[in-house]
């Protein structure tokens, strides 16, 4: 299947170019976050490469800035909650920094599709798959909703898992755990029904327990 030109990923888009030239000029971010990327597979310290979902638990609105920060290298693209998009203004900034709109309660079929075709045009989409701001460390991870399995599996691409949490202060650094990247129809084969989309679900959320493990381990 063909993607439509205007989400096939390119380094120059003129539809990004202002947020582009706020991503290339992030250095401030970059002294300020420190970002230290700990790996669950050292043989996954790569570039992405083509497209690819990012999955995070979500605890501030300032992920999106610790993510991008950490992935500086590629364009992210996020789906956020619709209801940021409140006037004309903030959708026209939104949409023109790569954001989608996303109702939580019922998400859309222009949505997914917008996001699938975003991933089978080789860009990289980030999503918070809880569906809420957990808020710090202090709430337990909220149990994953599967819009995120259904996009990747449609578009063919790996899910990278990632983990993070509030540094301790600001001259930690701040950590990121990224996990192995996980190709759903490998693990769960090449027709996904509703029985393995809830199992792919729940395996990722797993995994993102496994990450926090992992971050606390290093943390000793």
């Not at 638990?57 to 920060?69: A, E, G, K, P, R």
Request: net charge positive; hydrophobic share 40%.
């Amino acid at each position: 299947m063909s993607v439509k030109s205007k989400y096939k990923a390119r380094v120059i888009k003129p539809r990004y170019i202002l947020f582009d030239i706020a991503r290339w000029s992030g250095w401030p971010f970059l002294l300020w976050y420190r970002i230290k990327k700990v790996y669950e597979n050292k043989n996954q310290k790569k570039r992405i490469k083509g497209g690819a979902l990012i999955v995070s638990n979500h605890i501030l609105y300032s992920d999106v800035m610790v993510l991008s920060t950490a992935f500086w290298k590629r364009r992210l693209h996020y789906m956020v909650m619709k209801e940021i998009m409140a006037n004309k203004f903030l959708t026209w900034f939104y949409t023109h920094c790569g954001c989608i709109p996303v109702d939580r309660e019922k998400p859309s079929y222009n949505s997914i599709r917008e996001v699938t075709q975003l991933l089978e045009g080789g860009n990289v989409v980030t999503v918070f798959p809880e569906g809420h701001v957990t808020f710090k460390n202090e709430n337990p991870m909220s149990s994953f909703k599967g819009g995120a399995v259904l996009m990747a599996y449609q578009a063919n691409v790996p899910i990278i898992p990632v983990y993070r949490e509030v540094r301790k202060s600001v001259w930690h650094r701040q950590k990121v755990v990224v996990g192995e990247p996980i190709n759903l129809r490998e693990k769960f084969g090449e027709r996904m029904g509703m029985k393995e989309i809830e199992e792919a679900t729940q395996y990722l959320f797993d995994k993102e327990q496994e990450l926090k493990a992992l971050y606390h381990k290093e943390e000793k």
